[in-house]
């Protein structure tokens, strides 16, 4: 797995190199071009911002964005700030991204190692169901949340993130367990371990490179999600988007862009945090499973 | 004769298990996806319009959808969004995951650089993004202040170029991610075979358009499946960046069918559209998996 | 009744029979190996004694028990696979004692088990590697130490050393045979390599498209072959087959061909039989294995019936040991194995000296020996 | 009562120990005022009831002028855990009273005396079947225009209160090189703009017949083409930038001097406030030229959700201190718009405020009170958005105005 620091054996030459190197920086650019807006505004006076030149630095550096943003912007009646929300999110994301990862571990290992007849058609069914545009399924959704007793709670939001993110865990595990050598898990039968054993000790210690990659999609979408968590989640126990939404989206009044900046970044952080930390392994992890088709 | 020993309580439990496991995979799957299909299948034939409603119209909902010139500029605006959105992100992701896999230095930093954007949602990138976009306050007007007078950048503003605005935010936020699958692929590719297609001769240009880039046949793959995927779903972009406008130059069939369905009150013309869209995606999708899984086995 | 019995065992999928009718009985102590092409049903005859695959039809009984359905860790059975299949996030002691732990065995009795069984495959040092640090060679006697050490009533092998090199290859080999004969343990053994089943086996199954063509010993096989496919499948070079008519005179037969000029050759057919005699005027095949058509000095002198034939050499493959040499009777290639300082030189005349009482003859169309 | 929604009910009453309707003696506010002002002003109300001992769970849900909020209450009607009471908009109002989803306030209103002080324009949207169903907040008028006194002076405008008048006022701002109107391009504003065009072109009555009974005829006339031809000449002199514009930028235009006019809500006035501005010295507003005596208006209301009985307790304490003079004029005051009752006295109201209050009384005496196409007061949902898909395509150039009335017919009859 070194391989996914080590280039390809190609030459190029110096003046294809410069080139390359330009291009590259130019992207890098273009890639950074919004998030420096928004950092760049939010440490500015909101005059500073409507007196235009949105690429300016500060003339006056100011933190007041920020701190307002976490703790004291109006979301609701009360000017509590993005913090409590950040929370919600949190309770909602790990449980959620937990079970649909498991899961379609679970999944993808029956799909590649306990085959049955029909199995490819399930499996095509699951992948299809990725494709479901969300807007459709919101009404039937509330009342299936409504009878099930989980409408307004942060359980009935995990529920219905696992139910529309199972489609992607089991295909980045199918894949990847695709390629894991069938002959380990029989080995393991004969040496006597049951279904769950031959998962949890042969092929889950094997899976970190896929599971990197799961969880970061199952993190970024839930996390970034807003139809869903402003639909099935009760006032107080709404998750972050909701809660930046209510901040940017105020309907009269002052726009304090800077404290929305601020805010969008602070709702942001995580889900950047993750890519930062976990980036490392993604290419590794797509390498590993899910671009074999 | 020995005995014959029945297939034993564990065994018989081990066939069943992994069956079991999957099972309530599906039956979610069965219910809150393919159930609410039916379920909007069946709206769609029903005079639904606030909530719900079961009174049966036949096909009314569909013949007033073809009749509405706003449903047609979606689909219009789909096909070009789709199209150009895929097509650039492949070609830009391509061309990064190649430079990049030039031992380049610095790809460390590089490559989360890329790749962040998919990690942040239009509810957050949105303002910037507009911003950045408006003549008056974004890269025009910067421009400007820099001196150069002349420069004109005002798509979004145009509604013959409003829909290029858009493919422009969603390539940046998924080009990077389509480098990824492309570098992983990249880096899966045997480098002994182009230690020989070099020794053959071939330079770096025929080297990639006839070894390299053949043999990415399942990144290509994989990335079409999300991009259209992640162009069908495309919502939170246009509510952010065009609201649909100028006019309704940007309006996407996710965007049709939710403004129908909710604002509208006109829940049965929305659920025809989400029909439609959702045969269309099976057009495309169904020859796809067919193909790719039958090839597999 | 053996020690371990394969009963009339069929496997279908769906409605493509891939086994037919299989029965072979295995004594206690014996090294069965089943060769054949890949796709012959070896393999998953082996799963199906394992237990990883199930048995359409027929039985399988381990010490008369009949273990259809019975799980493979039940079977007492130990299987050691072509990739090895060692858990990677083990080390090589977890890996060896992993079966014991999944049977209960308490922790100081794996240990003893795992330290006698590294002893004595000599990898005690390796215990606390990971199998990604370990060489093929090591990997391939971790793979039975993980066997070994489960003190099974079978052992299989599935094709365990195709992915060694060729003198690590001949090593294990041997190494495997003395186990066999100091453990005295019953082995299935699936190769597709006929030297591998020659060597090591007691007795040999050649199996091709589903079917167990010869089952016999070693010996048998490689003199007897039961069909064309078994006497071309062992030996290499193969055995060289040559299309004859058959001339009856009297009590003697002969089996007329051509050298490479056209000339009539006429080969003595020894101790023919009344089977062999009914083909009369007719062609069969005769087959004849590279080491009984020599060079005259090399013959085998203990047999009376050396023929000696004059034919054009084409090739001469020195081996070191033997050199081979390639000439054509009967309008094909024939294989001889001569002496290293045999004097044949390509593009000239030599003398072959056939030795018939090695011949065996088949009937072209069925391809069934003709006994 | 529908069908549909006794269904719903149905199951919701026996989830109603399981989840979701608040706690006895909390009241749930569905709502989507999270902007400083409005919120803080929301706040009073909360406070208010918590001096009665009412808890508030706030579930506040911004964007798109209430429509997101609204999405959020069909999931949560849909889910059987409806809230307790909404903030809600006109035709929206009727659809759920229609559906028998929401409370009975008579004995409220009765109590004290709402139909005696609530405009009768007004009550259409609050009243259904002969019951009050929800208890509205404000009354916005919506054609408003908001001019910059200084550019205007500088040209030597005057407020125009004629078409004509607006007309040469304009051109002479155009002459002048000033953005003679600010606009944003988002279709609500377009069609806030073209209700007020609409209304100068044809008069109270062509108004009620195109947009509140939907006559085919007047939507096809002559008149409704001159109001589409009008909307292309605001169209010719709002400035390049007009597309996606929110409308408070649009506003901003108008404080800083870098455009004349700008035809918004009332809402506009607090960014004037905000920005320190002055009524009748910084800053004008007057009728949309042609609508002098004419009011257009949307009203925010808190309907209340029939939790399976009779209006609760907590329902009818948030409902009369909704209609409470006191929040009225407090909550009005902070908001720009004017309070929902006629009573309230003007003595804490701003100069415009003041004008809208005298305008509101005389137009709901005169008859001349209609409710804004724009804002969800004329006609339902579906036709409202149909009209804002012809007014925004034509008003960016997609066809002229003749093909604009063709549009308007066929989109109406489609929505119907």
Known sequence: MAAATQGTAIRTGRVARTFIYLVLLLFALFYMLPLYVMLVNSVKPLSEITGGGMMNLPEIWTVEPWRKAWSEAQIGVQPTGLKPYFWNSIKMVVPAVAMSTILGALNGYVLTKWRFRGDTILFGLMLFACFIPFQIVLIPMARVLGVLGLAGSTWGLVLVHLVYGIGFTTLYFRNYYAAFPTELVRAAQIDGAGFFQIFWRILLPSSGPIAVVSIIWQFTNIWNDFLFGASFAAGNGAPMTVALNNLVQSSTGVKEYNVHFAGAILAATPTLLVYIVAGRYFVRGLMAGSVKG | MAARAEADLRTRLQNWIPKLVLSPSLAMIFVFVYGFILFTLYLSFTDSRMLPSFGWVGLENYSKLWRLSHWEISLTNMGIFAGLYI????????????????????????????????????????TAWKWFLDPGIGLENTMHLWGWESFSFNWIKDRNYAIYCLVLAAVWQTSGFVMAMFLAGLRGIDNEILKAAQMDGASNWNLYRRIIIPQLRPAFLSAFVILAHLAIKTFDLVIALTGGGPGRATELPATFMYSYTFTRNQMGIGAASAVIMLMTIAAIMIPYLYAELRERK | MGFL?????????????????????????????????????????????????????????????????????????????????????????????????????????????????????????????????????????????????????????????????????????????????????????????????????????????????????????????????????????????????????????????????????????????????????????????????????????????????????????????????????????????????????????????FNMEKAVLFDPKSGKRIV | ????????????????????????????????????????????????????????????????????????????????????????????????????????????????????????????????????????????????????????????????????????????????GVTAIAHGGQAWQDATVFDAVAMSTGGPDFYKAAFIDLDPTALGSDTMKEAFDRMAFIRDHVDENFSGRDWNLATAMVINGEAGFQMMGDWAKGEFLNAGKVPG????????????????????????????????????????????????????????????????????????????????????????????????????????????????????????????????????????
């Open chain 2, 87 to 126: 097509v650039v992100c492949t070609v830009i992701g391509l061309m990064l995951a190649i430079f990049l896999d030039q031992k380049i230095r610095g790809e460390g930093v590089l490559r989360p650089l890329y790749l962040y954007p998919m990690a942040l949602s239009f509810i957050v990138t949105g």
């Open chain 3, 5 to 353: 019995d394969i009963r009339n065992a069929t496997k279908s999928y769906g409605a493509v029979e891939v086994l037919h009718n299989v029965d072979i009985n295995v004594e206690e102590g014996e090294f069965l190996v089943l060769v054949g092409p890949s796709g012959c049903g070896k393999s998953t005859l082996l799963n199906m004694i394992a237990g990883l695959e199930d048995i359409t039809s027929g039985d399988i009984a381990i010490r008369d028990r009949v273990v259809n359905g019975v799980h493979p860790s039940k079977r007492n059975i130990a299987m050691v696979f072509q990739s090895y299949a060692l858990y990677p996030n083990m080390t090589v002691g977890q890996n060896i004692t992993f079966g014991l732990e999944m049977h209960g065995v308490p922790k100081p009795e794996r240990e003893k088990a795992m330290a006698e069984v590294a002893k004595l495959l000599q990898i005690e040092e390796l215990l606390g590697r990971k199998p990604g640090q370990l060489s093929g060679g090591q990997r391939q006697r971790v793979a039975m130490g993980r066997a070994l050490v489960r003190k099974p009533d079978v052992f299989l092998f599935d094709e365990p050393l195709s992915n060694l090199d060729a003198k690590l290859r001949v090593d294990m080999r041997t190494e495997i045979k003395k186990l066999h004969q100091t453990l005295g343990t019953t082995i299935v053994y699936v190769t597709h390599d006929q030297i591998e089943a020659m060597t090591l086996s007691t007795r040999i199954a050649v199996m091709n498209d589903g079917y167990v063509q010869q089952l016999g010993s070693p010996k048998e096989i490689y003199d007897n072959p039961a069909n064309l496919f078994v006497a071309t499948f062992m030996g290499s070079p193969s055995m060289n087959l040559i299309q004859v008519k058959l001339r009856v005179e009297a009590e003697a037969a002969f089996a007329d061909t051509t050298d490479d000029q056209g000339g009539k050759v006429s080969l003595p057919v020894c101790g023919a039989s009344a089977a062999l005699k009914s083909y009369k005027g007719q062609t069969v095949t005769l087959g004849l294995r590279p080491e009984a058509l020599t060079d005259v000095e090399g013959a085998d002198h203990r047999s009376d019936h050396v023929e000696k034939v004059q034919s054009m050499v084409t090739v001469t493959e020195p081996a070191g040991s033997d050199t081979f040499v390639t000439t054509t009777f009967g309008g094909t290639n024939c294989v001889a194995r001569m002496r290293a300082d045999a004097d044949v030189h390509p593009g000239q005349r030599a003398e072959f000296a």
């Open chain 4, 1 to 176: 009562m529908n069908k549909t929604y006794k269904h719903l009910k149905l199951s919701a009453a026996a989830l109603a120990l399981s989840v979701g309707v608040a706690q006895a003696a909390d009241v749930e506010v569905l709502h989507w005022w999270t902007s400083g002002g409005e919120a803080a002003a929301l706040n009073v109300l909360k406070q208010d009831l918590e001096g009665q001992g009412i808890g508030w769970q706030d579930m506040p849900v911004a964007g798109g002028g209430g429509t997101e909020a609204m999405t959020v209450l069909r999931a949560r009607v849909t889910a059987g855990n409806a809230p307790t009471a909404v903030q809600m908009l006109g035709f929206d109002i009727l659809d759920w009273a229609k559906e028998g989803a929401l409370a009975d306030l008579n004995a409220t209103a009765a109590a004290e005396g709402w139909d005696a002080v609530v405009p009768e324009a007004l009550q259409a949207f609050a009243k259904h079947d002969g019951k009050w169903i929800s208890a509205p907040v404000n009354v916005h008028s919506t054609n408003w225009v908001w001019a910059n006194k200084a550019v205007l002076d500088a040209n030597g405008i005057s407020a125009p209160t004629t078409w004509e008048e607006f007309v040469a006022a304009v051109e002479t701002l155009h002459d002048a």
């Open chain 4, 281 to 416: 010295e910084d800053f004008l507003c007057f009728r949309f030229p042609g609508t002098g005596s004419q009011v257009t208006f949307n009203a925010d209301q808190f309907a209340m959700f029939d939790q399976g009985g009779p209006v609760s307790a907590e329902q009818a304490a948030l409902a009369s201190a909704i209609l409470s003079p006191s929040f009225q004029s407090a909550f009005n005051v902070v908001k720009g718009s004017v309070p929902a009752r006629t009573d309230v006295s003007d003595e804490a109201f701003d100069a415009c405020a003041k004008q809208g209050m005298k305008d509101l009384a005389a137009a709901s005496a005169s008859g001349n009170l209609f409710g804004s196409m724009a804002h969800g007061h004329a006609a339902p949902a579906s036709v409202k958005n149909a009209i804002y898909d012809v007014v925004t395509a034509h008003f960016n150039g997609e066809y002229d105005s003749a093909t604009a009335v063709t549009e308007l017919v066929e989109a109406v009859s489609i929505a119907q």
